[in-house]
C-alpha cells in the first residue's frame, strides 16, 4: 500500500511538471536581464552613485555579469565616479569609456550613464595594446583572446568594441578582430573620447583597444547609418537615429533586453538646437522603458545591417539591440 501511494505520489508531481509551459523554462534559461542608470550630476561621485544605484534597482534579483560605463571625458573626475560604481558593483567585472555625453532611455546628455548586464550570458573581457600605431595587429591580440570562447555553439554572440582607436583607425581594429573570429559575429562599440578606457573597475589608460565577447541564446539586431529619411524627422542627422533604432530592432521589440547606441560626437554639432530630438525619434520607436546605453565617442563601428560585416566608420550612429528568443 505505501509503495503504491509514493507512486501516485511521483505521477502527479511529474503531470504538474508536464502540465506547465515549456516556454516558461526556456525563457528563463536563456533570457537576458539589463538594467540601465543615468546622470546629469556635475559631482562625479554623486554622478556614480546616482547611475549605479538605478541601474542595480532596473536589474532587480538577477545577477550582474557585465557593468558598463560610459562617463564625460572633459571636466569630469572619472576615477571618482568609478569609484563610486565599484563600491556598488564589483569591480572586477566594470568595464567602459569616456565620451562626449552618455546616453539612456532616460536622456542623451548625461555625464554618465551606467548598463548592469545579467542572465544567461557569458562574458569574456580582452585588452590589448596599440604598439607603433599598429591597430589592426591590436585588433588581431583581441580576437586572438576571443577566439576560444567565440566558438561555443550558442546562437547569440556579440563583441563589443571600445578603444583608442579615432577613425579612421576604428576599422583597423574591427577588421583584426574580425581576422581571426570571422566577420559573422557582429563587432559593436565606439572610440572612447581621449582614448580613456575602464576595465575591470579602474582606467585602462590611452594606446590600448578593449573587445568584450557576449555570448548566450539571443538574438542580434544591428544598424549603422549616418542619415535618415525626413518622414523620421527633418534633420537627416537626427532621422539616422529613428532609422537605426527600427532597423536593429525590428518587429521585435516585445523581446529586446537591450539597445546599445554607440553616436559620433560630430553629429551632435549638426543637429543643434536638434539635439533633443534624437533621444525621442529613439523612443519613438524602443519607447521609454526599453533599456537604452550608449555614448557619443570619436568613432562607431558596427554592421550596416545584421547578418553584415562590421566595420569602423565616422559620423554615423551604430545601433544593435539583443533580443530574446
Known amino acids: 500500500m505505501n509503495s503504491r501511494k509514493t507512486v501516485i505520489i511521483i505521477s502527479i508531481a511529474s503531470l504538474m511538471l508536464m502540465l506547465t ?88 546628455a548625461g555625464t554618465l550613464s551606467v548598463l548592469a548586464l545579467g542572465g544567461e550570458i557569458s562574458v569574456t573581457p580582452t585588452i590589448a595594446d596599440v604598439k607603433e600605431k599598429d591597430f589592426a595587429a591590436s585588433g588581431k591580440q583581441i580576437g586572438l583572446a576571443l577566439q576560444k570562447a567565440a566558438q561555443v555553439k550558442q546562437s547569440g554572440k556579440l563583441v563589443l568594441l571600445l578603444g583608442d582607436c579615432h577613425v579612421p583607425a576604428n576599422d583597423k581594429v574591427v577588421q583584426g578582430v574580425a581576422g581571426v573570429i570571422g566577420k559573422t559575429i557582429p563587432i559593436v562599440g565606439g572610440a572612447a573620447t581621449g582614448g580613456q578606457m575602464y576595465f575591470k573597475g579602474k582606467i585602462a589608460g ?5 573587445g568584450i565577447l557576449i555570448t548566450g541564446d539571443f538574438l542580434v539586431g544591428c544598424s549603422t547609418v549616418n542619415t535618415g529619411p525626413a518622414s523620421i524627422h527633418p534633420n537627416k542627422v537626427v532621422a539616422a537615429a529613428g532609422l537605426a533604432m527600427k532597423n536593429a530592432v525590428g518587429k521585435n521589440l516585445k523581446q529586446t533586453a537591450l539597445v546599445f547606441a554607440f553616436d559620433c560626437g560630430g553629429r551632435r554639432v549638426d543637429m ?40 569602423g ?9 539583443i533580443i530574446n528568443k
Open 272 to 311: 543643434g538646437k536638434d539635439k533633443p530630438d534624437e533621444l525621442k525619434v529613439m523612443q519613438a520607436v524602443i519607447g521609454t522603458k526599453t533599456p537604452l546605453i550608449g555614448v557619443y565617442g570619436s568613432g562607431e563601428m558596427g554592421p550596416k545591417a545584421a547578418g553584415q560585416p562590421s566595420a
Open 206 to 210: 590611452a594606446n590600448k583597444n578593449m
Open 21 to 108: 509551459p515549456c516556454s516558461v523554462y526556456g525563457a528563463a534559461a536563456s533570457a537576458v536581464s539589463a538594467g540601465t542608470g543615468y546622470s546629469e550630476l556635475t559631482d562625479a561621485t554623486q554622478a556614480g552613485i546616482e547611475a549605479a544605484t538605478e541601474a542595480k534597482k532596473a536589474l532587480g534579483d538577477v545577477k550582474p555579469k557585465l557593468v558598463l560605463v560610459f562617463a564625460l571625458s572633459k571636466d569630469f573626475d572619472q576615477a571618482k565616479a568609478l569609484t563610486a560604481v565599484n563600491a556598488i558593483f564589483n569591480a572586477n567585472i566594470v568595464y567602459g569609456s569616456a565620451g562626449y555625453n552618455s546616453i539612456s532611455e532616460k536622456g542623451n
Open 313 to 321: 566608420v565616422g559620423h554615423h550612429i551604430a545601433a544593435c539591440a
